[in-house]
């Protein structure tokens, strides 16, 4: 037993010291890469001085290189939610997975403090309020609501659906999958009486302007929030009249016949953020600045306006009705009315292209659910469910949950402590203990990338030892123990660490970091 003590002291000794290198480790200092993961200057080369290169993003600062997969810490977050669960922040985590410039924050609609929102201080509608201050004081000064309603503001996960009025949305039958949103957005005169079946009957919002809303009163749906997105100063104008319920005289201005009346009181009109317009124009789909002035070919459409707004306020985002086939010019435009696909190519204030290669960036990386496409994709079965990669969160074994000695818990999951606590298929840990790692998990000591991985060894392996002799957990530095197999957790996937000298095995191939998509 004296022999023993020396070995004891020495093992007292290291925990406190390697334990100390931890906490050096998280506060930054040292970082160590896990697989795949870039290194500081590969970073610093594809950001530089703010600009994205070329090689990895796009002009307009997208990924080049676009797919369905999870980014491993969406994994984490979204991979176990049941089936038709609403994932909380889904769409504005994978826009920023895509587009890292995208902040979340933007209120939907403007409110009382409007001024204090400086990015559109500065412009003119249709990007911003400049000039028009007053008037939209007084409009808000009548309204005095600002949000969804208190039912809709309340809930801590929305689903939304933007409805677009393509043609392409007759006979598909989605109208019931379309009820089933938390928030039903559409568009101008968009009707929906004898078109329930194919378009559903509920509306939360109705965005539109003055040419595009609903003429007739007797269109509007029941219940919705009339929301005008103001494309000139002479759509605030309009807008006073139909909430003060004054009479319009004269329509000059307006570039075709506008509502003279709104049948919704003060307290169900909004005023759409202009920032959204400004942000599609410009960032995300790179439309000419014209020094911020509304000039050829720089305006976005009202659906992809309304999109970005989804965008910043939506948890899950789904469109359908979206989708200009201009190899078809007879083909409806609407799915309401007669005009041709080929009045599309009038517009001289649009960039449809443009705008299509946008919304296709959102339906590929799957930060948008496009329902009236998705059975040409195989990517939807009728469920308006965004169709996410799940990977089975593997578990410690009992008496391994590092958590529990209030130690290991972190965010990042590519720090090493959420490695420990989240061990994912790829990751790399250079010890085991009985039942770890876990079966349905290859941990790794070589890759392509295998003196980074030796180099890895020097913290995973005292880290690992230290962590399960202070846990009193049974330690293996090779194979498993000898004994029943159903005595022990499996691990038959497990690599033993090498020997000094001994080179480390290579396996032939590496687990994906999310299941393949089908085609």
């Known amino acids: 037993m004296s022999r023993m003590k020396p070995t004891r002291n020495l093992m007292l000794v290291l925990c406190p010291m390697l334990v100390l290198g931890f906490l050096y480790y998280s506060s930054g200092r040292l970082h160590l890469r896990v697989w795949g993961q870039k290194s500081q200057s590969e970073m610093d080369n594809v950001f530089a001085v703010g600009?994205?290169?070329?090689?990895?993003?796009?002009?307009?600062?997208?990924?080049?290189?676009?797919d369905g997969k999870l980014p491993l810490d969406l994994v984490?977050?979204?991979?176990?939610?049941?089936?038709?669960?609403?994932?909380?922040?889904?769409?504005?985590?994978?826009?920023?997975?895509?587009?890292?410039?995208?902040?979340?924050?933007?209120?939907?609609?403007?409110?009382?403090?409007?001024?204090r929102l400086t990015k559109i201080s500065s412009?003119?509608?249709?990007?911003?309020?400049?000039?028009?201050?007053?008037?939209?004081?007084?409009i808000l000064s009548a309204t005095q609501n600002y949000g969804l309603g208190s039912e809709l503001d309340s809930l801590s996960c929305k689903k939304c659906i933007i409805m677009g009025n393509g043609g392409i949305l007759s006979n598909k039958s989605l109208g019931s999958v379309i009820d089933e949103y938390d928030v039903v957005v559409r568009l101008n005169e968009?009707?929906?009486?004898?078109?329930?079946?194919d378009v559903g009957s509920k509306t939360t919002v109705r965005i539109t302007y003055p040419e595009g809303a609903i003429q007739n009163p007797k269109n509007y749906e029941d219940q919705s929030l009339f929301v005008l997105s103001a494309f000139k100063p002479l759509d605030f104008k309009w807008l006073r009249h139909m909430v003060f319920k004054d009479k319009l005289r004269g329509t000059e201005g307006f570039w075709k016949s506008v509502a003279h009346t709104v049948p919704r009181e003060p307290s169900e009109i909004r005023i759409l953020n202009p920032y959204f317009i400004q942000e599609a124009a410009f960032q995300f789909i790179g439309l000419p600045l014209n020094n911020g002035v509304m000039g050829r070919g720089n305006i976005?459409?009202?659906?992809?306006?309304?999109i970005t707004m989804a965008l910043h306020n939506c948890d899950e985002v789904a469109v359908a009705g979206f989708g200009y086939d201009m190899n078809t010019p007879h083909a409806p435009l609407h799915y309401y009315e007669k005009v041709k696909m080929s009045a599309i190519k009038e517009s001289w204030t649009h960039n449809i292209a443009k705008e299509k290669e946008f919304l296709q960036k959102l339906v590929k990386a799957e930060v948008i659910q496009d329902l009236t496409h998705a059975e040409e994709r195989g990517a939807l079965?009728?469920?308006?469910?965004?169709?996410?990669s799940h990977h089975p969160t593997p578990t410690p074994p009992a008496g391994f949950s590092l958590s529990t000695f209030g130690l290991l818990h972190h965010p990042n999951p590519h720090h090493p402590l959420a490695l420990l606590e989240h061990p994912g298929p790829t990751k790399t840990l250079t010890c085991s203990a009985v039942g770890w790692p876990p079966s349905d998990s290859t941990i790794t000591e070589g890759s392509p990338k295998a003196e980074e991985e030796e180099k890895k060894e020097g913290l995973y392996t005292p880290l690992c030892i230290c962590i399960?002799?202070?846990?009193?957990?049974?330690?293996?530095?090779?194979?498993?123990?000898?004994?029943?197999?159903?005595?022990?957790?499996?691990l038959q996937n497990h690599t033993r660490v090498p020997r000094k000298g001994e080179r480390p095995t290579i396996p032939n191939s590496l687990p994906p970091l999310t299941q393949p998509q089908k085609n």
């Open 381 to 388: 079965e009728g469920t308006g469910e965004s169709s996410v």
């Open 76 to 115: 984490y977050k979204y991979g176990n939610l049941s089936k038709g669960a609403c994932k909380p922040g889904f769409a504005a985590a994978k826009m920023t997975a895509i587009y890292p410039k995208f902040t979340k924050p933007a209120p939907m609609f403007l409110d009382p403090n409007f001024k």
């Open 300 to 306: 976005p459409t009202l659906g992809t306006v309304a």
């Open 468 to 490: 399960c002799i202070c846990a009193g957990l049974r330690l293996e530095l090779g194979p498993p123990a000898p004994g029943p197999a159903s005595a022990r957790p499996a």
């Open 123 to 138: 412009y003119l509608p249709p990007f911003g309020i400049k000039t028009q201050e007053r008037i939209i004081e007084a």
């Open 190 to 197: 968009a009707l929906l009486k004898g078109y329930e079946k």
């Open 51 to 66: 600009r994205v290169v070329a090689s990895a993003y796009d002009k307009q600062g997208f990924l080049l290189k676009l």
